[in-house]
């Protein structure tokens, strides 16, 4: 069943659980002066916040990511804003579940998020820019995606896919695979606005030393992970 939005929203309102993963402004972890580009400053309902976007540019306009690897590219948003402020040399892949695969994925989606999948064209707005050339778009369920191509080769890895509970598990153990050397940055989205990110990040933090250092951005859904080891 795919519920409407303002179910979703309800929801996820009185069923969230509270943010535990300590909160830290950006400036502590990136400096301000880092120069980045803005792309399409105006949002879509299911992108993230021009505070949230600006803050994943500066993260990686600071680190200087050669591979990035995003999960859930959506309406491409975000993926163009990642190409913008990486060098010429990187390649931005990023990763979404077709719509015709709504119905069979191999873990629960969480509930009102299917109407983010159903749509007729994955990245619609990075398509015909000139940024294209460093994009590599990618399709599949997350859960069965092989990603073994890129396991030890990613430097930036933005999680923003599917929001339940067990996708934000499956997708985040994954990330720790992807990066190079075992060290990066990971990012995740919605982080105290639905219920299975707040929920998986928490027990993370609590359970798995891997994400001990996990903060959240002040003024952001997103927690950030940076890996040293």
């Keep these: 069943m795919q519920y409407p939005l303002i179910i979703q929203r309800v929801y996820n309102h009185f069923q969230k659980k509270k ?44 680190h200087k990511p050669l591979n990035l690897f995003e999960i859930g590219t959506f309406n491409g948003r ?5 190409a913008s402020n990486c060098s010429e040399k990187s390649k931005v892949y990023t990763l979404d579940l077709p719509k015709e695969k709504i119905n069979t994925t191999i873990l ?28 590599i778009q990618l399709y599949g369920d997350s859960a069965t995606f092989d990603f073994s191509h890129f396991n030890n080769n990613i430097d930036f890895i933005f999680i923003d896919g599917s929001h339940s509970y067990e996708y934000v598990l499956n997708d985040s153990k994954k ?27 928490n027990e993370l933090y609590l359970k798995d030393e891997k994400f001990k250092n996990l903060k959240q951005i002040q003024g952001t859904s997103l927690a950030y992970l940076s890996v040293l080891n």
């Design 175 to 201: 990330a720790l695979s992807l990066l190079k050397n075992g060290k990066g940055v990971i990012m995740w989205h919605d982080y105290g606005g639905w219920i299975g990110v707040t929920k998986a990040l």
């Design 19 to 62: 943010t535990i993963i300590p909160k830290i402004g950006l400036s502590e972890l990136i400096p301000e002066d880092v120069f980045i580009q803005i792309h399409q400053s105006g949002s879509a309902d299911g992108n993230i916040s021009m505070p949230e976007l600006m803050s994943i540019n500066r993260a990686i306009g600071f």
């Design 78 to 82: 975000t993926t163009l804003n990642m």
């Design 108 to 135: 629960p989606l969480a509930p009102g998020e299917k109407s983010f999948i159903d749509k007729e064209i994955i990245g619609s707005n990075f398509l015909e820019t000139d940024y294209t050339k460093k994009i």
